[in-house]
């Protein structure tokens, strides 16, 4: 099993297929990662669980929260970070 990525998305929000394309390229390149898409409309106990107070919010596996609109740069950054302290 991979270090999961968790995203945070609602089918009305703008910024979150761009980020969700982004997040997919990175899982695509590194096997190591999973990506588990969370729609808040439907997993509305999810989110409250994660407490979940904007989308998109992705949480890297080290539990920190990107919230908001990101480029694909800092989501990287944020990620190689991780990887490398981890």
Request: aromatic share 8%.
């Given at each position: 099993?991979?270090?999961?990525?968790?995203?945070?998305?609602?089918?009305?929000?703008?910024?979150?297929?761009?980020?969700?394309?982004?997040?997919?390229?990175?899982?695509?390149?590194?096997?190591?990662?999973?990506?588990?898409?969370?729609?808040?409309?439907?997993?509305?106990?999810?989110?409250?669980?994660?407490?979940?107070?904007?989308?998109?919010?992705?949480?890297?596996?080290?539990?920190?929260?990107?919230?908001?609109?990101?480029?694909?740069?800092f989501?990287?950054?944020?990620?190689?970070?991780?990887?490398?302290?981890?």
């Amino acid at each position: 099993m991979g270090l999961k990525i968790l995203f945070f998305t609602s089918a009305t929000c703008s910024w979150c297929p761009f980020i969700e394309q982004v997040l997919e390229r990175i899982v695509e390149e590194a096997p190591h990662l999973e990506l588990e898409i969370i729609d808040i409309t439907k997993d509305i106990e999810r989110a409250e669980e994660m407490e979940i107070v904007a989308i998109p919010t992705v949480i890297l596996p080290n539990n920190q929260r990107i919230i908001g609109a990101a480029d694909e740069a800092f989501i990287r950054e944020q990620l190689d970070f991780y990887l490398i302290m981890g």
